[in-house]
């Protein structure tokens, strides 16, 4: 082990950071793709747009959870 660097504490911000992130754009895919309506209709259905609107949510509490945990240190 080094003296400078605790390598345990970089694997565990390096695999947190990793899920995350992963999870985060995957939500926000998620999202995206349920807002848009499937072809030959007019629009997205209720529950889709509310599913949506769901995904989107959780992303903006997870960054926002995120920045203040940055920010507090």
């Known amino acids: 082990m080094s ?3 605790d390598f345990d504490a ?3 911000v390096a695999v947190l950071s ?3 992130g992963v999870s985060v754009v995957g939500l926000y895919a998620l999202g995206v793709a349920a807002s ?3 072809e030959g209709t007019g629009s997205a259905s209720p529950l889709r747009r509310g599913v949506s609107y769901a995904c989107f ?3 903006l ?3 926002a959870i995120g920045v ?3 920010l507090d240190k």
Do not use: K
């Open 10 to 12: 970089l694997w565990r």
């Open 3 to 5: 003296t400078y660097i």
């Open 18 to 20: 990793a899920a995350f």
């Open 57 to 59: 949510t959780v992303c």
């Open 61 to 63: 509490v997870i960054i």
């Open 36 to 38: 848009v309506a499937p």
């Open 68 to 70: 203040w945990v940055m």
